[in-house]
């Protein structure tokens, strides 16, 4: 990805006064239950429900936890409510666009609370009857795009998010694209000693990507304690895509503002 200085167009604030509507529609032979503007709500809490082991509670902001069986096997990490709104803009799905249109070079992070002025933008949710799926979509009508993200699980695979990226004007636009999940939690940390000892527990984080096969292990260097003793970690979360061959990945977020600010992001092998 290669880019010079990244320009943001003039911020022309929206209007507030959006109509909030609910409906059941129809979404590739599938029953949906449908909220349009419900970013003009205020900020809410769901569920998605499995077939098997698998929990995820998430914030009308994007903000999630997740994870199987129970806390202490969780995948983001196990707050209340209210630290998941408020973690939203750090945990979950993240997704920046560099947009290149009529000649000028754009930024667009959809879902964003703090830059939702800059766009014409709205925003849809959308649940399956099932209640096994949840899709988040925001179209910017001044790009001529829209991006929508799915969560739903897998007994195989654990949890799956899909993206998805529509072109919904009719000018030829130019897209660089980074997207992908923030704050995955290793294995072995407990929901007590995330809450209590989450500094600690930065310091034994150890990510690590396979180049080869695009497998990217999130584990402890070993199990924190006190003792003087070794403790080995044995086990990792894993995290994968689908994305091209020559897309680059990213193991951290450290790199997420030198994208915004138009730099050139490397790959990282070793975090």
């Given at each position: 990805m290669t880019s010079s200085t990244v320009q943001i167009g003039a911020a022309r604030l929206q209007?507030?006064?959006?109509?909030?509507?609910?409906?059941?529609?129809?979404?590739?032979?599938?029953?949906?239950?449908?909220?349009a503007n419900y970013d003009a709500m205020a900020p809410f809490f769901m569920s998605i429900v499995s077939a098997s082991n698998h929990w995820l509670f998430i914030s009308s902001r994007g903000g999630l936890t997740a994870g199987r069986r129970d806390p202490d096997n969780a995948l983001f990490p196990y707050y209340t409510e209210d630290k998941i709104h408020d973690h939203s803009d750090h945990t979950g799905s993240r997704t920046i666009l560099r947009v290149v249109a009529d000649g000028a070079r754009l930024v667009w992070e959809p879902f964003d609370p703090h830059r939702g002025a800059l766009y014409s933008v709205s925003r849809n949710l959308y649940k399956n009857v099932s209640?096994?799926?949840?899709?988040?979509?925001e179209t910017n009508h001044d790009l001529g795009l829209a991006f929508r993200y799915t969560w739903t699980t897998s007994d195989r695979f654990g949890f799956v998010k899909r993206s998805e990226l529509v072109s919904t004007g009719r000018e030829a636009v130019v897209v660089e694209l980074l997207d992908g999940i923030e704050n995955i939690l290793p294995?072995?940390?407990?929901?007590?000693?995330?809450?209590?000892?989450?500094?600690?527990?930065?310091?034994?984080?150890?990510?690590?990507?396979?180049?080869?096969?695009?497998l990217a292990t999130y584990a402890l260097s070993s199990l924190p304690g006190d003792s003087p003793e070794p403790a080995e970690a044995l086990r990792a979360t894993v995290c994968w895509s689908t994305a091209a061959p020559e897309a680059l990945r990213l193991l951290s977020s450290r790199q997420l503002d030198l994208f915004r600010r138009g730099g050139s992001v490397r790959a990282e092998e070793r975090v």
């Open positions: 209007p507030s006064g959006r109509e909030v509507r609910g409906e059941l529609l129809t979404l590739r032979s599938e029953r949906f239950y449908r909220i209640g096994n799926k949840l899709t988040f979509e294995w072995g940390l407990t929901a007590a000693f995330q809450n209590t000892y989450s500094c600690l527990g930065d310091a034994y984080k150890q990510n690590e990507l396979d180049s080869r096969t695009g």
